[in-house]
């Protein structure tokens, strides 16, 4: 009989198929009765941004291995998963280049004004010369700060480095010698960083020590023509300081990927502000992009069920654990 597992969020064309060779695939949204009715026999669950805690697994007394179709995994509680011998994985490395292409070119629609400047032209508010209160600020030759200097951090600050002659500063968890030599970043405390760059980059994953990190003491440390981005996690960020900032003119703008509640409400306050520039959350959200996050997911998923070690294991513990009680197959 076929081992059976869940899809619960959009995948694209042909995925499903490619799981329904090897498995029976129930495809059901969280919180549905189809889902809830699935959950209990279940040996794998594959989607992105479902909160995976001991509610959930305690629902779920089948369940081997959870394969997250994103890289950031603060959705999984790791240490819940561990402790009860399931696998956890995710899908690194296939979107460092697109999730840094889309951070940078959020960037420079900030710097320069792009969204607001579209709907200038398409309003039909061009009738003239435009001057001074349409004009943004200079990306080039200025000092990008990165906040968390992984994978992503560091292709983020390659495009500034390469492509726009941009001065490096980086805070992060441990030194990254190999960044400090390719793109002769250099290592700041937080608060130096802060009070030294023209533009402030949030690319740290969301963890307990991380969770609200800027905050109105930090936007206070900031330039006032400090532009912040956001490409990591809303959570790391305090939103009503966020807007505080902006208001009063404390930091320039902001560009945002992320927030704190996602879909983010309509009537949010930092929505009517015309410095802050909005996503929906869509760093990685290319159509090759997102094909190779779930084609790894899938991968993940064929081999955590089949006693092989997943090419993006994160709790590597469980298969240890596997392989001296062998208490999987
Ligand atoms: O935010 C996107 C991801 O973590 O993959």
New binding site residues.
């Given amino acids: 009989m076929k081992k059976q597992v869940m899809i619960y969020s959009a995948m694209p064309d042909g995925c499903v198929a490619e799981l329904e060779k090897q498995f029976e695939v129930v495809t059901a949204a969280p919180g549905s009765p189809e889902f809830e009715q699935a959950l209990p026999s279940s040996l794998g669950l594959i989607g992105?941004g479902l909160v995976v805690d001991s509610a959930l697994l305690d629902r779920a007394p089948s369940l081997r291995i959870v394969s997250n179709i994103?890289?950031?995994?603060d959705n999984l509680d790791i240490d819940e998963l561990t402790n009860r011998g399931i696998l956890a994985t995710?899908?690194p490395d296939v979107?460092t280049e697109t999730?840094a292409d889309a951070i940078f070119g959020l960037l420079i629609s900030t710097a320069r004004r792009i969204p607001e400047l579209d709907r200038y032209v398409k309003e039909g508010s061009w009738t003239g010369k435009i001057d001074n209160s349409l004009f943004g600020v200079d990306v080039h030759g200025k000092t990008l700060g990165m906040i968390g200097m992984g994978k992503i951090g560091q292709a983020v600050a390659e495009r500034a480095r390469f492509g726009f002659r941009m001065e490096i500063l980086y805070h992060n968890r441990t030194r990254k010698p190999e960044a400090e030599a390719k793109l002769d970043a250099v290592y700041r405390d937080l608060e130096d960083l802060l009070r030294q760059s023209d533009f402030v980059c949030l690319m740290a994953p969301q963890t307990p020590e991380t969770i609200r990190m800027i905050g109105e003491r930090e936007f206070g440390l900031m330039k006032e023509s400090a532009i912040f981005i956001n490409g990591?996690?809303g959570a790391l960020v305090d939103e009503n300081a966020l807007v505080e900032a902006l208001t009063s003119g404390r930091i320039l703008a902001a560009g945002l990927d992320?927030f704190e509640k996602e879909p983010i409400g309509i009537s949010h306050p930092l929505l009517s502000l015309p410095n802050a520039v909005a996503l929906p959350?869509i760093?990685?959200a290319t159509s090759e992009t997102r094909l190779e996050?779930a084609r790894l997911a899938i991968q993940n998923l064929i081999e955590g069920l089949s006693g092989k070690t997943p090419p993006s294991l994160i709790n590597s513990e469980v298969k240890a654990s596997r392989n001296t009680t062998n208490s999987y197959e």
Avoid: D, F, K
Avoid at 70 to 73: K, R
């Fill in positions: 992105s994103s890289a950031g995994y995710n899908t979107l999730t990591s996690r992320v959350h760093g990685s996050m």
